[in-house]
């Protein structure tokens, strides 16, 4: 039986899809994500039934509205038939390491655009959603990506457009560059792309100064970049755009390897600090989609997930977390995390430890570049 709905009452999108096998071997996401967030959160009796919504997968008509049809009828014909030609390999970087072909990819990269589709129509409805199986930034309009074949951001910003919001601000808190939303809302004057991202690392754009057409603002920020700093760049640099751009609506990209721990960043911020700063974007009481996005260390992944949805609906973070939970947490594995590098902390709690620190020269003159 269907429950009613608060109007405010947060709304978690996601689908048993991700439960599947996806990507194997030595793969950066060949780790347990988004089915361990939910897992946690039931463990902790956290996510309730009214509150979770699963989404269709887009249909081939929706993925049209930004891909182009030969590259979406290429990718669902690798998939029936397990091969990629190196012409197509070539021209559509689909089988490749970085963006390998395995059973189920179509339905599963269509079912990442289905649930942002999702996730902005009830976020029109008032509700802040969460859709972390979301957040697949790096692919474009013809081509697959940095691990992304197709790019479901775009569509829950162009969902929202459609929806009658006359604009909407994306904001991306990825160790790497949100290339592939800037790169699709260059010419669109309703969408201003915000990217904080590790400087001098793939894909080796999203530099300080490129604005494109104006649209965009660039972050790029040193390695080892603490707590102290986010905070200096959200109240000196994001939250001051967002009040001269006045948007009807926000995106934000959540993804996990700017925290600590993560092998493929060298960025150290804390789950807290980007909970914190989620808060802040939250209170500026606009319709909201959150995103999921990178992240390669399935304990810090995990928590930092499972821990935003508790925070989104004001509830305690557990300072320790019970049995049940450590022994999931406890059978992870990572291939690139060595076992002695495993932190106990990622076992045991939810919440990381403040990483506060000095803010550098180089992110106080990032934050006044990008206002000026």
């Known amino acids: 039986m269907a429950h009613a709905l608060a109007k405010d009452l947060p709304l978690y999108v996601g689908s048993e899809v991700y439960r599947r096998p996806a990507f194997s071997g030595n793969h950066p996401l060949n780790i347990v994500r988004h089915s361990a967030v939910v897992d946690l959160l039931r463990i902790l009796d956290s996510l309730p ?3 979770f919504r699963v989404n269709d997968p887009a249909t081939i008509e ?12 290429a990718l669902q014909y690798a998939d029936s038939t397990g091969r990629v030609d190196p012409e197509m390999r070539a021209r559509y970087q689909i089988g490749t390491l970085e963006n390998p072909l395995f059973p189920g990819l179509f339905e599963r990269a269509s079912m990442t655009v289905g649930g942002s589709i999702l996730a902005a129509e009830l976020a029109c409805e008032g509700h802040v959603v969460f859709h972390p199986s979301g957040g697949t930034h790096h692919g474009r309009r013809n081509q697959a990506s940095g691990f992304c074949y197709f790019n479901d951001p775009v569509f829950a910003i162009l969902t929202l457009l459609r929806k009658g919001m006359g604009r909407v601000m994306y ?12 790169d699709a809302f260059v010419d ?5 792309t ?3 991202h590790e400087a001098d690392r793939w894909p080796y754009s999203g530099a300080a100064e490129d604005r494109r057409n104006g649209g965009a603002r660039n972050m790029p920020v040193p390695r080892e970049f603490n707590d ?13 755009l967002a009040r001269s751009f006045s948007p009807d609506a926000l995106v934000l990209c959540c993804g996990a ?6 092998p493929l960043s060298g960025m150290m911020l804390s789950n807290v600090a980007l909970w914190d700063t989620v808060s802040d974007f939250r209170a500026l009481d606009l319709p909201t989609v959150i995103l999921g996005g990178g992240g390669y260390n399935p304990w810090t992944v995990t928590r930092y997930w499972a821990g935003m949805w508790l925070k989104i609906n ?18 992870m594995e990572c291939d690139l995390i060595d076992d002695e590098d495993v932190d106990e902390k990622w076992l045991t709690t939810m919440a990381d430890s403040p990483n506060v620190g000095p803010v550098r020269d180089a992110v106080k003159s990032v934050a006044s570049l990008v206002v000026s």
Do not use: K, T, W
């Open 49 to 51: 039934e009214n509150a």
């Open 188 to 192: 669109e004057s309703r969408v201003m």
């Open 62 to 73: 929706q993925l049209a509205e930004f891909h182009d049809r030969a590259y979406i009828e």
């Open 314 to 331: 004001d509830l305690d973070i557990p300072r320790q977390l019970p049995d049940e939970a450590v022994a999931m947490l406890s059978a």
């Open 257 to 262: 390897d700017c925290l600590a721990g993560d």
């Open 228 to 240: 102290s700093e986010l905070d200096y760049l959200v109240r000196n640099a994001i939250l001051p």
């Open 194 to 196: 915000v990217s904080i």
């Open 171 to 182: 904001i991306d808190l990825d160790a790497h560059h949100g290339d592939g939303v800037e």
